[in-house]
């Protein structure tokens, strides 16, 4: 029993420390990223839906805005549009 149980133990803790250190690792290897802040951030009155939108223009060549809105519901993916500014 204990040459299965050792083994199946050892797996065991290994794959929770992975998932554990998931956000960790997703962490460090933004480090080197540089943090644009929107230049607008606002939320918008939807019954029943946290709803967030952020505006924001591209940092490459052509300047696009965008805008990208968040709802709070797991049925819900955000969504992103860009137009060239003018």
């Known amino acids: 029993m204990s040459k299965i149980f050792l083994p ?3 797996l065991f803790v290994i794959f ?3 998932v554990a250190t998931a956000g960790l690792w997703t962490s460090l290897g933004s480090l080197a990223l ?3 802040k929107p230049s607008k951030a606002y939320a918008l009155d939807v ?3 946290n709803v967030r939108v952020y ?3 591209t940092q490459e060549q052509p300047v696009h805005h965008c805008i990208m809105i968040f709802t709070e ?3 819900k993916a955000p969504v992103l549009q860009c ?3 003018e």
């Open 8 to 10: 199946l133990l050892f």
């Open 83 to 85: 137009w060239k500014k």
């Open 55 to 57: 505006e924001f223009d």
């Open 73 to 75: 519901s797991k049925y």
């Open 34 to 36: 540089k943090e644009v």
């Open 47 to 49: 019954l029943g839906l």
């Open 16 to 18: 929770t420390a992975a």
